[in-house]
């Protein structure tokens, strides 16, 4: 959780949204590369588990585990203070 793109990636565990690689990546912008650095050190960190949906071609989602899903009040209140400090910008669903 200690750079911006690991964040980016959990909370879009948090919002609504695909599990799928190439479902984070197109709502994140991240090169393939990136995404899947990060997605490996949430996993090794058990943050998130994944698991194959298809097998040719391989393919993997992902999901939070009970460690990953314990930080949502850290999330909630992340969000919320960025609420209160950009009051102008559309809240996003939570």
């Not at 750079?3 to 090169?31: A, H, K, N, P, Y």
């Amino acid at each position: 959780m200690g750079d911006q793109w690991s964040f980016l990636i959990v909370r879009e565990f948090f919002l609504e949204g695909s599990r799928r690689f190439s479902d984070l990546q197109d709502q994140l912008g991240l090169s393939p590369n990136t995404l899947s650095a990060r997605l490996k050190k949430l996993e090794e960190a058990g943050i998130l588990v994944r698991s194959m949906y298809s097998t040719h071609p391989p393919r993997a989602e992902y999901a939070l585990t009970d460690k990953g899903r314990a930080l949502a009040p850290v999330m909630d209140a992340l969000y919320d203070w960025g609420m209160a400090q950009t009051p102008d910008l559309p809240p996003k669903v939570k």
